[in-house]
């Protein structure tokens, strides 16, 4: 290696002039305190967060706890519906004001949900943008390129919403700056009655693997 | 302060040239236009130089005049040329008016013909007393008139405008790029007159006459107001692409609904929100790729039918103040299946103990139920149910239901 020598003390900036830290925009609570401590506060303003996991592991009560806490900060939210499970009732009782979610039902159509979020995440002004892709086949969200993941990530970070994708497996690897991974233990039965689900939420990519316990009540 | 604009037999003229100075006119009859003009001094100058601009203005030979009540220019503009009265001046300037200027009834008139009375100067001299006394209300208020002191408001006229632009083709048009100029030129038109008038629209209806064909109508409607022809062409197109025109376009019709423009303010510490303009394009971008009534936001009805909503256009007002909290512990979600998916259900103690359907198939280990639910039996579409929360073997928490009239199970959701 020719020029100059790096000191073993050599800063990153050195090393990669054109490195520059991601800017921090703020975070978005996600209104479970156990996740939030987790999370440093929150999701993170500008960047695109994966949450995976499988069926009745607390994904989208996760995720309404989520858009239930942004609503009421005001922030327009934006909830992209690749199943066309999105279920309002539901969304109505976590607190969340539905006359600020935009809801696209895009019936299965994977290709037309990432075009939307694309369109939605580019034009700007949302606070959380949500692709559930929860119910989507893993072979049709592994189809999806990271050049596509990257161009979700550079818009988040342009508009400064917080991109959260919901799916069973990590798709968006280094494009995500944070993946959370949801995990079943157990439901709670009581009587004749189911009163919730206990899950676990695991951060993947923290330097520091940590998990949280909550429980998502009926 | 008031000007009358007299010119027989021009009224859209007069209204025209009227519509410059002031958004307050009153049509007198088919010959003049009295409109307020208080405030104008200020642009224009002294009444005389306001005067002379209205002359040069409107066009054609007008009698002006300027005063300080509606019914003293009316009168005023029968003199010829340009009339400004000054304050406290009215009865001497319009004193050698002819009587029959003044209106009333018939039996009044004659009574005045027969007195000697020939114009607004001898009535006004007469002793107001003695008008009461032999003429009763109507000579006093003639009276009034004749000396200038008219108190009566104006009745302005209303506005009929329709923002409407209409282009005939020399011939058919079959492509959608070369019709988009056409529209182009036609929304530039009508946002240019609405914005003249500080105007917007939120519903823009295109009507196109087709060869051998019938009419075809597209609707935009816009939860906003907005006043951006670019935007408008762009919706325009995508409503066109998605639903074409079944044969070529013989002529273009747009209208245009008027509405006030839009003002909000917004706060420094309010959280950011999508540009109306700019979402409504973005909008009608996805409406066009997943179809209508798939976008937007979703409202509740007010019923106990599960799944029951409606679809409204996506238009966040300001910050609500919810009365419900924020629950403490997040709330356990319902994934849907739309259509809720077909299964086979086999029942054992009366309890499901297996389930086999496209969504879900295996054991059950836990059930509990049923919960029946019904309505609607007062419509054409009653449902009636029993609700099951099971978990298969695999983990999965379900929502299962059986019709009671058709016997017939299916998977609504699942638990996540």
Same mark, same amino acid.
């Given at each position: 290696?020719?020029?100059?020598?790096?000191?073993?003390?050599?800063?990153?900036?050195?090393?990669?002039?054109?490195?520059?830290?991601?800017?921090?925009?703020?975070?978005?609570?996600?209104?479970?305190?156990?996740?939030?401590?987790?999370?440093?506060?929150?999701?993170?303003?500008?960047?695109?967060?994966?949450?995976?996991?499988?069926?009745?592991?607390?994904?989208?009560?996760?995720?309404?706890?989520?858009?239930?806490?942004?609503?009421?900060?005001?922030?327009?939210?934006?909830?992209?519906?690749?199943?066309?499970?999105?279920?309002?009732?539901?969304?109505?009782?976590?607190?969340?004001?539905?006359?600020?979610?935009?809801?696209?039902?895009?019936?299965?159509?994977?290709?037309?949900?990432?075009?939307?979020?694309?369109?939605?995440?580019?034009?700007?002004?949302?606070?959380?943008?949500?692709?559930?892709?929860?119910?989507?086949?893993?072979?049709?969200?592994?189809?999806?390129?990271?050049?596509?993941?990257?161009?979700?990530?550079?818009?988040?970070?342009?508009?400064?919403?917080?991109?959260?994708?919901?799916?069973?497996?990590?798709?968006?690897?280094?494009?995500?700056?944070?993946?959370?991974?949801?995990?079943?233990?157990?439901?709670?039965?009581?009587?004749?009655?189911?009163?919730?689900?206990?899950?676990?939420?695991?951060?993947?990519?923290?330097?520091?693997?940590?998990?949280?316990?909550?429980?998502?009540?009926? | 302060?008031?000007?009358?604009?007299?010119?027989?037999?021009?009224?859209?003229?007069?209204?025209?040239?009227?519509?410059?100075?002031?958004?307050?006119?009153?049509?007198?009859?088919?010959?003049?236009?009295?409109?307020?003009?208080?405030?104008?001094?200020?642009?224009?100058?002294?009444?005389?130089?306001?005067?002379?601009?209205?002359?040069?203005?409107?066009?054609?030979?007008?009698?002006?005049?300027?005063?300080?009540?509606?019914?003293?220019?009316?009168?005023?503009?029968?003199?010829?040329?340009?009339?400004?009265?000054?304050?406290?001046?009215?009865?001497?300037?319009?004193?050698?008016?002819?009587?029959?200027?003044?209106?009333?009834?018939?039996?009044?008139?004659?009574?005045?013909?027969?007195?000697?009375?020939?114009?607004?100067?001898?009535?006004?001299?007469?002793?107001?007393?003695?008008?009461?006394?032999?003429?009763?209300?109507? %000579?006093?208020? @003639?009276?009034?008139?004749? !000396?200038?002191? =008219?108190? *009566?408001? &104006?009745?302005?006229? /209303?506005?009929? #405008? $329709?923002?409407?632009?209409?282009?005939?083709?020399?011939?058919?048009?079959?492509?959608?790029?070369?019709?988009?100029?056409?529209? %182009?030129?036609? @929304?530039?038109?009508?946002? !240019?007159?609405? =914005?003249? *008038?500080? &105007?917007?629209?939120? /519903?823009?209806? #295109? $009507?196109?006459?087709?060869?051998?064909?019938?009419?075809?109508?597209?609707?935009?409607?816009?939860?906003?107001?907005?006043?951006?022809?670019?935007?408008?062409?762009?919706?325009?197109?995508?409503?066109?692409?998605?639903?074409?025109?079944?044969?070529?376009?013989?002529?273009?019709?747009?209208?245009?609904?008027?509405?006030?423009?839009?003002?909000?303010?917004?706060?420094?510490?309010?959280?950011?929100?999508?540009?109306?303009?700019?979402?409504?394009?973005?909008?009608?971008?996805?409406?066009?790729?997943?179809?209508?009534?798939?976008?937007?936001?979703?409202?509740?009805?007010?019923?106990?039918?599960?799944?029951?909503?409606?679809?409204?256009?996506?238009?966040?007002?300001?910050?609500?103040?919810?009365?419900?909290?924020?629950?403490?512990?997040?709330?356990?979600?319902?994934?849907?299946?739309?259509?809720?998916?077909?299964?086979?259900?086999?029942?054992?103690?009366?309890?499901?103990?297996?389930?086999?359907?496209?969504?879900?198939?295996?054991?059950?280990?836990?059930?509990?139920?049923?919960?029946?639910?019904?309505?609607?039996?007062?419509?054409?579409?009653?449902?009636?149910?029993?609700?099951?929360?099971?978990?298969?073997?695999?983990?999965?928490?379900?929502?299962?239901?059986?019709?009671?009239?058709?016997?017939?199970?299916?998977?609504?959701?699942?638990?996540?």
């Amino acid at each position: 290696m020719g020029g100059a020598t790096l000191s073993k003390t050599a800063t990153l900036r050195e090393i990669a002039p054109g490195f520059r830290k991601r800017e921090e925009r703020g975070r978005l609570s996600t209104g479970i305190s156990a996740v939030d401590r987790l999370t440093d506060g929150g999701i993170a303003r500008g960047t695109l967060t994966e949450i995976c996991g499988p069926v009745s592991s607390g994904r989208t009560s996760f995720l309404f706890a989520l858009l239930s806490r942004a609503t009421r900060q005001g922030e327009c939210c934006a909830w992209i519906d690749a199943s066309g499970s999105f279920d309002p009732a539901s969304a109505f009782a976590a607190g969340a004001d539905l006359s600020r979610v935009l809801w696209v039902n895009c019936d299965g159509n994977t290709e037309h949900a990432l075009k939307a979020v694309d369109l939605l995440t580019q034009g700007g002004g949302f606070g959380l943008v949500v692709l559930d892709m929860a119910d989507t086949p893993e072979r049709e969200v592994r189809r999806i390129s990271l050049a596509s993941w990257f161009r979700l990530r550079h818009a988040a970070e342009r508009t400064g919403a917080a991109l959260v994708v919901a799916e069973t497996k990590i798709s968006a690897r280094s494009c995500s700056a944070m993946q959370i991974e949801m995990k079943r233990k157990r439901p709670v039965w009581v009587g004749k009655l189911l009163r919730g689900i206990r899950a676990e939420a695991e951060s993947q990519k923290h330097y520091r693997a940590q998990s949280a316990e909550f429980t998502a009540v009926v | 302060m008031f000007a009358c604009i007299y010119a027989p037999g021009n009224l859209p003229l007069l209204i025209e040239c009227a519509r410059f100075f002031s958004p307050h006119i009153e049509e007198i009859g088919e010959d003049a236009v009295v409109f307020d003009v208080r405030g104008l001094t200020s642009l224009y100058g002294p009444p005389a130089l306001l005067a002379r601009e209205m002359d040069r203005r409107v066009g054609v030979t007008a009698n002006i005049a300027i005063a300080g009540n509606p019914d003293a220019a009316i009168h005023a503009a029968r003199l010829r040329g340009i009339t400004v009265i000054e304050a406290g001046r009215e009865a001497e300037a319009l004193a050698r008016l002819p009587l029959n200027l003044l209106g009333g009834s018939a039996e009044t008139a004659e009574l005045l013909d027969l007195w000697g009375i020939r114009s607004f100067g001898e009535f006004a001299k007469l002793p107001p007393l003695g008008v009461a006394a032999r003429l009763g209300d109507e %000579g006093v208020y @003639l009276q009034s008139l004749a !000396r200038g002191e =008219g108190r *009566r408001q &104006l009745r302005p006229i /209303e506005d009929a #405008l $329709r923002f409407e632009e209409v282009m005939e083709l020399e011939y058919p048009v079959e492509l959608l790029e070369p019709l988009s100029f056409i529209l %182009g030129r036609l @929304l530039n038109e009508v946002c !240019r007159r609405l =914005g003249a *008038r500080s &105007l917007a629209t939120n /519903e823009i209806r #295109l $009507r196109l006459t087709l060869e051998n064909a019938p009419e075809h109508l597209t609707v935009l409607r816009l939860p906003v107001p907005m006043l951006d022809a670019a935007a408008f062409l762009k919706m325009l197109l995508l409503e066109l692409n998605g639903r074409p025109p079944a044969a070529a376009v013989l002529k273009a019709a747009l209208v245009a609904e008027q509405v006030r423009p839009r003002r909000t303010q917004q706060g420094l510490f309010v959280a950011m929100s999508p540009e109306p303009e700019k979402l409504e394009l973005t909008i009608a971008r996805i409406r066009h790729l997943t179809g209508p009534d798939k976008v937007g936001t979703a409202e509740l009805v007010d019923t106990h039918r599960p799944d029951s909503f409606r679809m409204q256009a996506f238009a966040p007002g300001a910050v609500k103040m919810l009365k419900r909290e924020c629950a403490e512990e997040p709330r356990l979600a319902l994934r849907r299946f739309r259509p809720a998916k077909y299964a086979q259900v086999i029942v054992a103690q009366e309890r499901p103990v297996r389930i086999s359907s496209p969504a879900v198939s295996g054991p059950v280990v836990m059930a509990k139920g049923p919960w029946r639910t019904s309505g609607d039996w007062w419509r054409v579409s009653p449902w009636k149910r029993d609700e099951w929360d099971v978990e298969t073997v695999a983990g999965g928490l379900y929502r299962l239901y059986q019709e009671i009239d058709s016997r017939r199970w299916f998977v609504e959701g699942s638990y996540d």
